[in-house]
């Protein structure tokens, strides 16, 4: 897989309010035009061959793959800086996602005329951003379904997802698809590296191979770690520890105590090890996909089990997104892991 940025001939507009220096990084280094992405050559060739009358665009895949990135520089493509500026609309459907959102703020801007202003060309057209469209109740889907039927002559939608799954066939039917793939491991890799010599940040290779693992394929998530942790090192190099201690990740070996205390089949033995973890102040969700991924490499369990284990974990997360005590949740999955354990 070639690199999802290009690492040389990148170049980045500078404003003349705000300098790029004050920028997070995950700004700062996004690219600036699709020259700039290269890790998902079908989606390009598409759009390239369709700027002059795009369709209405569904783009899905994993998080930090790009997908807010292509269509904001397509955007900047078509319009330029300036003119992007009135006709382009981005929205986060996860913080605005009610059928209101739909029918007022999407269905006033989507239905209103363009004025061409002689000095400024770009195409007939506007383009409304709904990123986390997977976020939007369905009465909402339905309202935007009817929305893009009526002014599509005036206005194409970008909606963007994790889970396409959660969007209706309606919408799906009257969009083109795109699927975002991961980016590999080393594209990752000459990234990161290649932000930290554009800001003089000295590293160990651990600490990338670090960043990566830790990420799981999510670039901007990467990106992020690395902007913090740089923070704590300006005169010495990023350690492992720093990414770790920024990120939330827990260590290997709480991980490993909490399969250990599983593993002893006692419940009081798996209550303390929780207990202890909990007070320690790591992040719940983090605790239980960390754990997972180590039940999957230990051999100790087999396919049933990892199947068991997996869909325990799944109601988990569902009960931790609505609120319910980490403390609970993570004693809940080490049982089951115990119960699990030849």
């Known amino acids: 897989m070639s690199s999802f940025f290009q ?6 507009t500078r404003s003349a309010k705000v300098s790029t220096s004050s920028l997070p990084w995950i700004e700062k280094y996004r690219p600036r035009s ?8 079908e989606t390009l060739i598409t759009l390239r061959s369709s700027k002059d009358n795009l369709p209405h665009m569904l783009f899905y895949g994993p998080p930090g793959t790009g997908k807010t990135s292509t269509i904001l520089a397509l955007s900047r493509e078509l319009f330029g800086p300036e003119l992007m500026k009135t006709r382009v609309l981005e929205l986060n459907a996860s913080h605005e996602r009610g059928i209101d959102v739909i029918r007022e703020r999407v269905k006033n801007y989507a239905r209103s005329f363009i004025i061409n202003d002689i000095n400024k060309k ?6 409304i951003i709904l990123d986390e469209a997977d976020s939007l109740t369905k009465d909402a889907q339905e309202a935007l379904r009817r929305t893009m039927e009526k002014y599509s002559e005036l206005t194409r939608f970008c909606l963007i997802c994790n889970q396409v799954s959660c969007i209706i066939p309606a919408l799906k039917s009257r969009c083109t698809l795109f699927r975002f793939k991961n980016i590999g491991t080393e594209n990752m890799r000459n990234r990161l590296a290649y932000i930290c010599e554009q800001e003089g940040i000295s590293y160990y290779q651990e600490t990338l191979d670090e960043l990566i693992k ?4 999510d670039l901007r998530k990467a990106i992020t770690w690395l902007n913090n942790a740089s923070k704590l090192h300006i005169n010495d190099k990023v350690t492992v ?11 290997d070996d709480v991980i490993n105590g909490l399969i250990e205390s599983a593993a002893s089949k006692s419940y009081d033995k798996i209550q303390e090890t929780v207990s202890d973890v909990i007070a320690s102040g790591y992040f719940a969700k983090q605790i239980i996909e960390q754990v997972f991924f180590q039940v999957l490499k230990d051999l100790r369990f087999n396919e049933k089990h990892k199947f068991n284990i997996g869909e325990r974990l799944g109601i988990i997360d569902k009960r ?13 999955l080490m049982c089951t892991i115990s119960e699990n354990m030849d």
């Open 122 to 127: 770009g195409p007939g057209f506007k383009i």
């Open 7 to 12: 690492n040389k001939g990148i170049t980045y």
């Open 320 to 332: 931790l997104a609505d609120g319910a005590c980490e403390l609970f949740q993570v004693l809940s």
């Open 241 to 251: 520890e720093t990414i770790k201690e920024t990120a939330g990740i827990v260590p």
């Open 34 to 41: 699709l020259d700039n992405i290269s890790a998902q050559e």
């Open 214 to 217: 830790g990420s799981q394929g």
